[in-house]
């Protein structure tokens, strides 16, 4: 662990009112106390009290760079458990840097990113899922994935994580006790017992891997792609998303060439939307390059909507749009209602029905249909109902139940898992019970991943990399 001083900017680079300089390290307060006098020009941090903040100079040797504030924390009652000092001094780029050079030139080391969190964490001030939801919390773009980023920094996941280990640990301990003096403790009637504890440790890893998936989309968004012919609307619904004019639109079948992506919030719910060129078969080299890139999003995305001009008589490219559609999450909007319509649900539903069972399926109605005017701004209420209902069951219980929202959780949980279904099978099997032992602390081993122990020094490293700067 280096003890080394560090300093980094801590706010955004760009003029603001205020901006903030952090050192953290044994040597944070000589350093700053170097370079910060008061009005009287006395040096006094040396003798401040923790957790008091002082009025003063930042100087570069006879330069005075900036009037500031400047607040000590002491160890080990601070974010990193290190004496940290941060100084708050004027919000202009030139002034902010110009005050992280002078502590620089003074001693300290500029900080790798994450590196005030990761001394956090190697301090044993907070585990590793608590480092990540901070930065969650920081690029949090809904307030859903602030809401889950916040319990998870209470300690939502953490909590869970240690009491099922905890549950392994007891019962890795009976096994080997139980082994090592067989005279005391009788292993009689135990496989009963394990199987029990196992399966119901094995529930609720489940139910958190299975967490993840709603987990992710609430942080990340869902990655949504608009399909349709040319001239449907689909660059008017984007925008009746969105709520202004940003998508181009023309009376010119073709004009969105390549895709488009931006991100909306409806009822909070983060939505990727790429708009894609409109799928038809093409002479035009460019839209055609278009058009192969939208199958390509289409293959990666988690709900498809497919929007058709209902004034028009469907064709070939619609078929081959709808095929497109089989087994995926998918909306299908019946665009240009306020015009006299040419095809209606019935009908749709009934294509789809020929395209599941050409392809061995059968179709349940589980494509919503929904009748639009871009025109009139119809059907977008009942749209975004459709969304909540596809992806959330209509509801998010946020604030009691807990979310994955991180891959490196989800795959330690389904390594745990995986160790556990080893026990099951060990148990139905009657092995000897040093099998058990094993395969349990496996799966101890791998949660211990989320908490961040057991893990090696460069995984560690390269968790925190991705850190910001400052953090
Ligand atoms: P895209 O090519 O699928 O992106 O289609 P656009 O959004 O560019 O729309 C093509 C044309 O259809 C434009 O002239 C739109 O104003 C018009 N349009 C879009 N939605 C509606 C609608 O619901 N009703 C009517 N009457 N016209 C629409």
Redesign the pocket.
């Known amino acids: 662990m280096r003890k080394d001083t560090i300093a980094a900017i801590a706010t955004a680079m760009s003029d603001s009112g205020i901006s903030i300089i952090r050192v953290s390290g044994e040597d944070a307060i000589p350093i700053v106390n170097r370079i910060f006098f008061t009005k009287g020009h006395k040096q006094i941090l040396s003798e401040a009290e923790s957790h008091t903040i002082h009025y003063g100079f930042i100087y570069d040797g006879e330069y005075k760079i900036d009037e500031v504030m400047v607040s000590v924390m002491k160890a080990p009652r601070s974010f990193t458990t290190e004496d940290v000092v941060e100084i708050n001094c004027h919000g202009g780029v030139l002034v902010t840097n110009k005050v992280l050079e002078t502590v620089i030139k003074n001693g300290a080391r500029i900080a790798d990113p994450g590196e005030f969190t990761m001394r956090a964490f190697l301090n044993g001030r907070i585990d590793l899922s608590k480092a990540e939801a901070i930065m969650d919390l920081i690029h949090a773009k809904s307030e859903y994935a602030l809401k889950n980023s916040m319990n998870q920094l209470s300690g939502s996941v953490a909590n869970i994580i240690k009491n099922l280990r905890e549950q392994l640990i007891y019962e890795i301990a009976f096994i080997e006790s139980a082994l090592d003096d067989p005279e005391h403790i009788s292993l009689e009637g135990y496989e009963d017992k394990l199987s029990k504890v196992n399966d119901g440790l094995l529930f609720e890893i489940d139910k958190l891997i299975e967490s993840a998936h709603d987990g992710m989309l609430l942080k990340e968004g869902i990655n949504t792609v608009?399909v349709?012919?040319?001239?449907?609307?689909?660059?008017?619904?984007?925008?009746a998303l969105i709520g202004k004019e940003r998508?181009?639109?023309?009376?010119i079948?073709?004009?969105?060439r390549d895709a488009l992506m931006e991100t909306v919030k409806i009822k909070d719910i983060l939505l990727n939307i790429i708009?894609t060129a409109?799928i038809r078969e093409t002479e035009d080299i460019v839209e055609q390059i278009g058009v192969n890139k939208a199958k390509e999003y289409v293959k990666d995305a988690d709900l498809l909507i497919y929007?058709v001009?209902s004034?028009k008589e469907l064709d070939q490219n619609d078929f081959d749009i709808m095929e497109m559609l089989y087994q995926r999450k998918s909306i299908i909007l019946l665009?240009?209602?306020?015009?006299e319509t040419k095809i209606d649900e019935i009908s749709i539903a009934q294509y789809l029905k020929d395209i599941y069972s050409k392809n061995n399926g059968t179709y349940n109605n589980e494509i919503p249909i929904i009748k639009?005017?871009?025109?009139?701004k119809?059907g977008m209420d009942l749209f975004e109902k459709i969304v909540m209902d596809l992806f959330f069951s209509g509801q998010l219980k946020i604030n009691d139940e807990v979310y994955i929202t991180n891959m490196r959780h989800k795959e330690a949980l389904m390594e745990a898992a995986s160790s556990l279904r080893l026990v099951r099978q060990s148990l139905e099997n009657h092995m000897p019970e040093d099998f058990y032992s094993i395969d349990l602390m496996n799966a101890y081993t791998s949660l211990g991943y989320i908490l961040g122990e057991e893990l090696g020094d460069d995984l560690v490293q390269e968790i925190f990399s991705k850190f910001c700067m400052g953090k």
């Open positions: 608009i349709g012919k040319p001239n449907v609307g689909k660059s008017s619904f984007l925008n998508a181009i639109v023309t009376d079948e073709g004009t969105t708009d409109g929007i001009d004034s665009n240009k209602n306020d015009l639009t005017s871009m025109l009139n119809e």
